[in-house]
């Protein structure tokens, strides 16, 4: 079946623009994360979602970054007067309720802020 | 909080040969999973391999294995036979079974496979 899905693949703006990545999930599964990966770095764990459950925010780095999932599907993430420092690879991974364990990964968006 | 340190920052290998890749990582829990993942150019992150901390019997998968040694908290991933496709990034990651909403990468090891 299909994978996760993610897009754009790359996008480039301006410092203080936003920005919308998105996300879409193997179908079937409730849980679906974010994560951060700056260049030459392991990924930094952003945002977690299960089900209609409170989302886990606590990656967050700052409250100019938030994120909303629709249900059980697809998965925004928005970046607000973005920074150059957060240019990185932004990918989203999603897995069966209770497979934490087991987390399959989209290509990622890499964002390139200038 | 659980860290993960991979001290390799790249390694070669010989196609056909056998080369390891290391990982520490330090934590207070005694349960908790640990994962491989490969990365290659197109960014996807592929899971190679999982073994859970309670159990003593270091995983394998085909030719990749770990030797995991849990007093040590070390967890390296062994891999046979290097083909040129193993050629990626490669993540040590840690998820905590308490707290299992995220995993906990290192900083990655890049492998290149000479032919």
């Keep these: ?114 | 909080a659980q860290t993960v340190t991979q001290s390799q920052p790249e390694m070669s290998v010989q196609e056909a040969e056998t080369v390891t890749l290391s990982c520490t990582y330090d934590t207070s829990e005694s349960d908790y999973y640990l994962f491989w993942y490969k990365q290659p150019p197109s960014r996807q992150m592929i899971l190679v391999i999982r073994q859970e901390a309670y159990k003593q019997q270091n995983a394998t998968e085909n030719r990749f294995s770990v030797n995991f040694q849990k007093a040590a908290k070390s967890f390296s991933l062994k891999i046979s036979d290097s083909q040129l496709g193993d050629a990626a990034m490669y993540f040590c990651a840690y998820r905590s079974m308490e707290y299992g909403n995220k995993l906990v990468f290192g900083a990655g090891t890049i492998l290149r496979v000479k032919s």
């Design chain 1, 1 to 114: 079946g299909a994978g996760v899905s993610q897009s754009p693949s790359n996008k480039v703006t301006e410092k203080g623009k936003d920005v919308e990545l998105r996300c879409d999930p193997i179908s079937g599964h409730t849980a679906l994360y974010w994560y951060r990966q700056r260049l030459g770095q392991g990924l930094e764990f952003l945002i977690y979602f299960q089900g209609n459950s409170a989302p886990d925010k606590s990656g967050l780095p700052s409250d100019r970054f938030s994120a909303e999932r629709t249900g059980e599907s697809v998965s925004t993430l928005t970046i607000q007067r973005t920074q150059q420092e957060d240019s990185a690879v932004y990918l989203c991974a999603s897995s069966l309720r209770g497979r934490t364990d087991t987390q399959y990964f989209g290509p990622g968006t890499r964002l390139t802020v200038l």
